[in-house]
Nanobody, 123 residues
Framework: QVQLVESGGGSVQAGGSLTLSCAAS??????FAWFRQVSGQEREGVAS????????KYADSAKERFTISKDDAKKSLYLQMNNLKPEDTGMYYC??????????????????WGQGTQVTVSS
């Protein structure tokens, strides 16, 4: 399993943008996803990307605002977040997921987790 380290979190006002990055310890020739967790709530899937980079899946809350991508040459995964809302606040985790289940955005399909990066959106 790949070891993952997130970065890029921070505080931003509503309507602003952030780009999260996730560095992989080895190849990113796998399927990946971003998850979000609010304190006291379950971790939820936000977006996922297939190994080939051509197929992506988004939660309804992320559609048309977030973009997931990966750069295999840099061994990195990204989540571009635009028009952020206070409800986007939470700890964001990147994860390696099973490729045959990459579209589920479910925690049970995760192979490995990063340690998380905090995103806070103020109104």
């Amino acid at each position: 399993q790949v070891q993952l380290v997130e970065s890029g979190g921070g505080s931003v006002q509503a309507g602003g943008s952030l780009t999260l990055s996730c560095a992989a310890s080895e190849s990113t020739d796998y399927c990946f996803a971003w998850f979000r967790q609010v304190s006291g709530q379950e971790r939820e899937g936000v977006a996922s990307i297939h190994r080939l980079g051509t197929d992506t899946k988004y939660a309804d809350s992320a559609k048309e605002r977030f973009t997931i991508s990966k750069d295999d040459a840099k061994k990195s995964l990204y989540l571009q977040m635009n028009n952020l809302k206070p409800e986007d606040t939470g700890m964001y985790y990147c994860a390696q997921v099973f490729c045959n289940r990459y579209y589920t955005l479910a925690t049970q399909d995760v192979v490995s987790w990063g340690q998380g990066t905090q995103v806070t959106v103020s109104s």
